[in-house]
């Protein structure tokens, strides 16, 4: 069973930094591409940064610059480096990935981001 758990979130002033975690356990980790997705108040979900398997990154223009992606796959885990953030990054953030033709959540872990 896939299994993805976040962790690290929580209040940050702005212009702070903060990195968030996914452990992943049920798949073969290494093999998987894995995404951060991200959900505002009153937002939709949107794709914030993602990483391949062989390791290539692409990041949403609003985050670029800012935000890092990156990958253990001796831990199975991914973090998002998060710089200079700003209000608007508050959010509820997600991992995520894919098995075949199903897609695979976290729980999500709130990052607030305080002016």
């Known amino acids: 069973q896939v299994q993805l758990v976040e962790s690290g979130g929580g209040l940050v002033q702005a212009g702070g930094s903060l990195t968030v975690s996914c452990s992943a356990s049920?798949?073969?980790?290494?093999?998987?591409?894995m995404a951060w997705h991200r959900q505002g108040p009153g937002k939709q979900r949107e794709l914030v940064a993602a990483?391949?398997?062989?390791?290539?990154?692409n990041y949403a223009d609003s985050v670029k610059g800012r935000f890092t992606i990156s990958r253990d796959n001796a831990k199975n885990t991914v973090y998002l480096q998060m710089n200079s953030l700003k209000p608007e990054d508050t959010a509820v953030y997600y991992c995520?990935?894919?098995?075949?033709?199903?897609?695979?959540w976290g729980q999500g872990t709130q990052v607030t981001v305080s002016s």
């Open positions: 990483i391949t398997s062989g390791g290539r990154t």
């Open positions: 049920g798949v073969i980790f290494r093999n998987n591409n």
């Open positions: 995520a990935t894919t098995v075949g033709v199903i897609g695979y």
